[in-house]
């Protein structure tokens, strides 16, 4: 029998039906899960796995997954799994049915969530984040003083800002018709399939030729952001992989890349362009 002070009993887990109860628990100290799958490598990070959690799998709001001509609406309990069966062949959503598709291995994408990615804060290579940057999508919060609505890129800027006492409903994405996307990553299989940078991509191609592009990148620095330079360098110009990689390799310095065990920093900057160019050869081969 273990000892009374065991981490087995200093967990509890809470099954909150409603975002309000949800949002109650958190009040009162509980961690909020979905998946579970960031939480579950918490000793591979010295990180004590003891406390109250509050599991959202029996909020259905948090399951919803809608498609209209307008948007798509996706709750934040949605498995990658399901993400990327639910959008395949839209081409306006390819990035994120391809980043749901091909992050980590078969076994977290059944489990691992839309939330789940957009919440860990201490995870910079989150495949769907990047995506969902590129594709301009909102982030829906559910506070107990009532709901708001986020622009990606600032929820990122200021996610530890933001979540305390927040709790991530979902994203809304704008669909667009005539846009095109891509999703490209660079694993390493030491690094437990996480990708050493990210590139996704989305514009308009009329007469062969980019407009408002879109370029996100991950795992490069801390936070996922815009490639706002290559987006201007590469607006109006002919679709065409090999100058798009040239104008990346050109604008490498706006980049601070961060360090880590699997891939020093300079790498993940240096691999950006060969990354833009596979993108580029996504979209033309779909335009």
């Known amino acids: 029998m273990p000892p009374a002070n065991s981490s ?34 918490s000793a591979l990070r010295d990180e004590p796995l003891t406390g109250a959690f509050a ?6 709001a948090l399951s919803r997954l809608d498609l209209t001509p307008e948007a798509a609406e996706i709750g934040a309990a949605v498995t990658h799994a399901r993400l990327a069966e639910a959008l395949a062949g839209i081409p306006e959503l390819a990035p994120l049915a391809v980043a749901a598709g091909a992050s980590a291995n078969p076994g977290v994408r059944r ?6 990615n957009l919440c860990a804060t201490e995870f910079p290579a989150a495949d769907l984040a990047c995506a969902l940057l590129a594709l301009e999508a909102d982030v829906d919060l559910e506070r107990l003083s009532g709901p ?5 890129a600032q929820f990122l800027a200021r996610r530890e800002a933001l979540l305390p006492g927040a709790l991530v409903a979902g994203v809304r994405i704008p669909r667009r018709a005539g846009r095109l996307g891509a999703h490209v990553r660079l694993p390493l299989r030491k690094a437990g399939d996480y990708p050493v940078a990210i590139v996704s991509l ?34 109006g110009v002919s679709l065409d992989p090999a100058a798009g990689a040239s ?13 880590g065990i699997e891939a020093p920093g300079w790498y993940r900057a240096e691999v950006l362009p060969a990354l833009v160019r596979r ?4 979209l033309e081969a779909s335009a």
Do not use: C, K, N
């Not at 489990?111 to 789940?116: H, M, S, Y």
């Not at 993108?279 to 996504?282: E, G, K, Q, V």
């Open 111 to 116: 489990a691992a969530t839309l939330g789940g």
């Open 202 to 235: 989305t514009a308009e191609v009329a007469d062969g030729r980019l407009s408002r592009p879109v370029i996100a990148v991950g795992s490069v620095e801390p936070v996922a952001r815009r490639w706002a330079e290559l987006e201007a360098a590469l607006d």
């Open 8 to 41: 087995a009993e200093s967990r509890r887990l809470l099954t909150p039906a409603t975002i309000p109860a949800a949002l109650e628990a958190q009040a009162a100290g509980a961690r909020l899960l979905a998946g579970g799958t960031w939480l579950m490598r």
């Open 247 to 259: 104008a990346a390799a050109g604008l490498l310095s706006s980049f601070s890349p961060r360090e």
């Open 279 to 282: 993108a580029l050869a996504a």
């Open 55 to 60: 599991s959202l799998h029996a909020i259905p």
């Open 148 to 152: 708001g609505r986020v622009y990606m």
